[in-house]
T-cell receptor, first 113, second 112 residues
Framework: DGGITQSPKYLFRKEGQNVTLSCEQN?????MYWYRQDPGQGLRLIYY???????QKGDIAEGYSVSREKKESFPLTVTSAQKNPTAFYLC????????????FGQGTRLTVV | AQSVTQPDIHITVSEGASLELRCNYS??????LFWYVQSPGQGLQLLLK??????LVQGIKGFEAEFKRSQSSFNLRKPSVHWSDAAEYFC??????????FGAGTILRVKS
């Protein structure tokens, strides 16, 4: 079945450590996105990529980094520079040709202690 | 700047009662509008979308939404709520660059 796979579902890290969240899609979508979700704040865009080897900062990119070496994969690294990294992270993809609906993964809950 | 407002943080309805979740958007161009639903600890599922044409759109699970340009609104409705509809609902507007801007969400509680 086509879809978006995020792993792991739960992740615990010590403060000061970098951590990478995985996102893979087999929908043949061109565009991929990373959102951060905090209670009462909806979803905020961290980074997005419209094509391979290209990506743009979203509204809250500070302390995060991404790569897009393959169409199917869009990993997100939460660096030690991110001041409040504990959150629920959602990866999404869309066809990319104009505005279309986004399809979401099941999310990764990151807890930094 | 573009934004989406969902005025109600929480809504509680009785099972079998009707439901309306409010959504107002701010966007200078023709809006592309979406409603998504999220169960706790899960990803988001698309309920319905509006791109153009008929302003009343039908979605999955018996939901519908009406686009009113004059009011900059895209309210979600369901005539009879089921206990399984309890979840968080997000309204979103699609903007240039193929991005979505989300509202803060409305948590729906269903009482039996």
């Amino acid at each position: 079945d086509g879809g978006i796979t995020q792993s792991p579902k739960y992740l615990f890290r010590k403060e000061g450590q970098n951590v990478t969240l995985s996102c893979e899609q087999n929908l043949n979508h061109d565009a991929m996105y990373w959102y951060r979700q905090d209670p009462g704040q909806g979803l905020r865009l961290i980074y997005y990529s419209q094509i391979v080897n290209d990506f743009q900062k979203g509204d809250i990119a500070e302390g995060y980094s991404v790569s897009r070496e393959k169409k199917e994969s869009f990993p997100l690294t939460v660096t030690s520079a991110q001041k409040n990294p504990t959150a629920f992270y959602l990866c999404a993809s869309s066809m990319g040709s104009g505005v279309t609906e986004a399809f979401f993964g099941q999310g990764t809950r990151l807890t930094v202690v | 700047a573009q934004s989406v407002t969902q005025p109600d943080i929480h809504i509680t309805v009785s099972e079998g009662a009707s439901l309306e979740l409010r959504c107002n958007y701010s966007y200078g161009a023709t809006p592309y509008l979406f409603w998504y639903v999220q169960s706790p600890g899960q990803g988001l599922q698309l309920l319905l979308k509006y791109f153009s044409g008929d302003t009343l759109v039908q979605g999955i699970k018996g939901f519908e939404a009406e686009f009113k340009r004059s009011q900059s609104s895209f309210n979600l409705r369901k005539p009879s709520v089921h206990w399984s509809d309890a979840a968080e609902y997000f309204c979103a507007v699609g903007i240039y660059g193929n991005k979505l801007v989300f509202g803060a969400g409305t948590i729906l509680r269903v009482k039996s």
